[in-house]
């Protein structure tokens, strides 16, 4: 989960005004969602190993470096912290140093077999400072760079061999003050890309690292080792074999990640759904309103066979997933499961050639998903992957992708990508649908036209959410809220619930409406605050009426009810303290809808108690270990 950054510029670059130090930390900046325990810096100038780091968020480490100054230098590394092993303290910040200070590492993910290989080396006489597997592998990248290849050897080969041993996940990047022209790294189960520029290059963890100075991108490979210099970029895989990445463009621009006026990214980022939808929706059906998903590269007969579609996901992103499994269902008649993706391939599921399995991961590196996905592949599932990064590791390992366009996305807590996530599931429905012949052509059409005005009507909710806004301030001291939903409605309700808990650290739990009776219930005191998500009055009339009753059930044991419903239902007024209206739109699409004031009403809650809603306390943007 960690953010990384590597830089190499050469006279010319610093000319222009490029120090490494000062690309290192802008490109920290930008990374910082990826964690926030500690931070750190090495650069490598005079011929020695300049490095400061500190405990807790970017700005102490920018604190430090201006009380106490590193030199001026065209080669560095930074690392932006989550911890894993070791607590988030100054010593166990990275860069970590060996090879009597010449050595600087940085690393994301964690080694597996740290603790024997730290016996060997303990053995050897070395020492630790810190309580990270980190540490280790610096050590043991130092302890071969010395011993083993002598004065001949060279940073890359060190890295080889180092990898070569090391079990598990990680991506590393190294220094040396004895090759100061060079970043040396490697990547195995965990994200790391290239950035190519004029006399100088970049390595990041995603792209957000480099994205001001350079828009060309590299994917680098699983277990490869990537040597850059100033003027050159070599990769090989971990034996030494020549290798090649795959050059991209990074259609976004820097400003597109910076909150643009507003208090936090959460709430620019809620604001900007409208494009998400839109975007995720452009050039998607030709002028006869056939779905064309050219990213779908798996043989259209081969995808006529599937009997069975698994939704593999995490967190938000397999709430989108339920949402999904109503919309597959409905469309394509296929039975489909949403499983969640650490538990998938711990009980032996039954997975064929004739399953579809459909991944969605906004960074396309949640370790789960990933590991999910390859236990797929390995039984013979097609695999499709819904996505919103670029060049990530979830679409390249997948047999097909379906991109989701809703730009990058800071703040830890999901909002835009979740709806670009929905968005992207009901065309693949539709598109599976399509190609089944489970639909008539005419409906995909008026589903379609439907789709395309839900940007309007998400603006319209955006723009008048004041009294959302308001009752959420007025609200800051609650201990607990709930909330309900059916059908479609009730992943919205888990989707709700999880927002407060990730940003307001306040206890909420969404229910299944249905489920109100076999337990939850006993929840419900006097001024509980309920939200209830209630279905479209012209859709599902019974689930409408029995949603209806569960609001008047909660009701009459003393609850808060505040009511999302949509406009025009005016039968639900008796029975709510609030209303708050969303516009009309089929049944299936409601969530498009019904999601925003959630958000809206959790990162205004947070913000009133004082939250940073951007970088909650415990989490990270990108789940990159198991």
């Known amino acids: 989960m960690c953010g990384i950054v590597g830089y190499v510029g050469n006279s010319s670059r610093k000319a222009a005004g490029h120090s490494a130090l000062d690309v290192v930390v802008e490109g920290l900046r930008r990374l910082e969602y990826r964690g926030y325990d500690s931070a750190g810096v090495a650069v490598v100038a005079d011929g020695t190993i300049s490095s400061r780091k500190k405990s807790g968020k970017l700005s102490n480490l920018i604190g430090e470096l201006e009380a106490n100054p590193i030199p001026e230098s065209l080669t560095g590394i930074g690392h932006t912290r989550w911890a894993t092993h070791g607590g988030p303290t100054d010593r166990n910040a990275h860069p970590h140093l060996s090879d009597g200070g010449r050595l600087a590492v940085i690393h994301n993910g964690i080694i597996e077999n740290f603790a024997e290989l730290k016996q060997e080396l303990l053995g050897k006489g070395v020492t630790f400072e810190s309580e990270t597997d980190t540490e280790v592998a610096a050590a043991l990248i130092g302890d071969i760079f010395r011993t083993q290849l002598n004065d001949g050897g060279s940073l890359t080969e060190a890295m080889r061999l180092a990898c070569q041993r090391l079990e598990g996940a990680f991506t590393l990047l190294a220094v040396h003050a004895d090759q100061p022209d060079v970043v040396v790294a490697?990547?195995?189960?965990?994200?790391?890309v290239v950035g190519l520029g004029e006399g100088e290059n970049f390595l990041g963890s995603d792209v957000s690292g480099f994205i001001d100075y350079t828009r060309r991108a590299v994917e680098l490979g699983q277990d490869q080792i990537v040597t850059i210099s100033a003027d050159s970029v070599e990769i090989t895989d971990f034996f030494g074999a020549p290798a090649e990445g795959k050059e991209y463009h990074v259609d976004w621009d820097p400003a597109s990640a910076e909150k643009g006026g507003f208090n936090s990214f959460m709430e620019k980022e809620i604001h900007d759904q409208p494009d998400a939808v839109a975007q995720t929706l452009l050039g998607r059906s030709d002028l006869d309103g056939k779905l064309t998903l050219d990213e779908l590269r798996i043989d259209p007969e081969l995808l006529k066979q599937v009997n069975k579609i698994i939704v593999l996901a995490c967190g938000t992103a397999a709430y989108a997933g339920l949402v999904a499994k109503y919309a597959i269902e409905n469309w394509c008649r296929i039975p489909t499961e949403v499983e969640l993706a650490h538990e998938f391939r711990y009980r032996d599921p039954i997975v064929d050639s004739n399953t579809l399995v459909v991944s969605i991961s906004q960074s396309?590196?949640?370790?789960?998903?990933?590991?999910?996905?390859?236990?797929?592949?390995?039984?013979?599932?097609?695999?499709?992957?819904?996505?919103?990064?670029?060049?990530?590791?979830?679409?390249?390992?997948?047999?097909?992708?379906?991109?989701?366009?809703?730009?990058?996305?800071?703040?830890?807590?999901?909002?835009?990508?979740?709806?670009?996530?929905?968005?992207?599931?009901?065309?693949?429905?539709?598109?599976?649908?399509?190609?089944?012949?489970?639909?008539?052509?005419?409906?995909?059409?008026?589903?379609?036209?439907?789709?395309?005005?839900?940007?309007?009507?998400?603006?319209?909710?955006?723009?008048?959410?004041?009294?959302?806004?308001?009752?959420?301030?007025?609200?800051?001291?609650?201990?607990?809220?709930?909330?309900?939903?059916?059908?479609?409605?009730?992943p919205v309700a888990l989707e709700g619930a999880l927002k407060l808990k990730e940003i307001a650290y306040i206890h909420a739990e969404g229910f299944a409406a249905g489920e109100l009776k076999h337990g939850p219930i006993a929840l419900i005191d006097d001024g509980q605050p309920v939200f209830v998500v209630v279905p479209s009055p012209r859709g599902r009339d019974s689930l409408h009426s029995k949603v209806v009753s569960n609001i008047q059930e909660v009701r009459a044991r003393g609850a808060r009810t505040l009511v999302i419903a949509e406009e025009g239902d005016e039968s639900v007024k008796d029975y709510a303290e609030q209303v708050f209206y969303v516009p009309e739109t089929p049944t299936l699409l409601m969530p498009l809808l019904t999601t925003v004031p959630l958000q809206i009403f959790a990162a205004e809650l947070a913000g009133a108690k004082g939250y940073d809603v951007d970088q909650p306390r415990n989490l990270a943007k990108s789940v990159t270990v198991e």
Do not use: W
Request: hydrophobic share 40%; with cysteine; proline share 4%.
């Open 186 to 192: 490697a990547r195995r189960n965990s994200p790391l």
């Open 364 to 490: 396309g590196e949640t370790m789960d998903t990933l590991m999910a996905v390859r236990y797929a592949r390995e039984q013979g599932a097609k695999t499709i992957s819904i996505c919103n990064t670029n060049g990530s590791t979830i679409p390249r390992e997948s047999d097909a992708v379906l991109y989701t366009h809703a730009g990058p996305e800071i703040a830890v807590a999901s909002t835009k990508a979740f709806l670009a996530q929905i968005t992207a599931a009901y065309l693949l429905g539709l598109y599976l649908a399509q190609l089944r012949g489970n639909i008539f052509s005419g409906q995909i059409k008026d589903v379609l036209a439907d789709l395309s005005k839900i940007p309007a009507k998400i603006q319209h909710i955006l723009d008048n959410a004041g009294p959302l806004r308001e009752l959420a301030r007025s609200m800051k001291d609650e201990k607990s809220v709930l909330f309900l939903g059916r059908h479609v409605g009730y």
